[in-house]
């Protein structure tokens, strides 16, 4: 089992960059497919994107792509999400997801998602 706690986001200007973390309390966070998710104010929760567990594996929604960078550091049992070039339509609450369901250390699928963190703002400024 892990407790995912985000933290990192805030309000930046369109063009800047943040990075998030998620800190998993537990001893087998390198168990666990972990990724992020966002939820914009009206909208449905989206995939952003995930890290299989031995960290060679990442997916990426397209809409990021080629900014953001997803990355896990097993030892200090955190992921990481680093964003650039950020614009408004980044703007939302982003969620750190577990998913402990999976066999390989390559797969990237989150489908069965089961831990949740609260989730960090992150604002973008026009």
């Known amino acids: 089992q892990v407790s995912p706690v985000e933290s990192g986001g805030g309000l930046v200007q369109a063009g800047g960059s943040v990075r998030l973390s998620c800190a998993a309390s537990?001893?087998?966070?390198?168990?666990?497919?972990v990724g992020w998710f966002r939820q914009a104010p009206g909208k449905e929760r989206e995939f952003v994107a995930a890290?299989?567990?031995?960290?060679?594996?990442?997916r990426y929604a397209d809409s990021v792509k080629g900014r953001f960078t997803i990355t896990r550091d097993n030892a200090k049992n955190t992921l990481y999400l680093q964003m650039n070039s950020l614009t408004p339509e980044d703007t939302a609450v982003y969620l750190c997801?577990?998913?402990?369901?999976?066999?390989?250390?390559?797969?990237?699928?989150?489908?069965?998602?089961?831990?949740w963190g609260q989730g960090t703002q992150v604002t973008v400024s026009s």
């Open positions: 890290i299989s567990r031995n960290g060679f594996v990442t």
């Open positions: 997801a577990a998913d402990g369901t999976s066999r390989s250390s390559y797969s990237v699928d989150l489908g069965n998602a089961d831990y």
């Open positions: 537990g001893r087998t966070f390198s168990l666990y497919v």
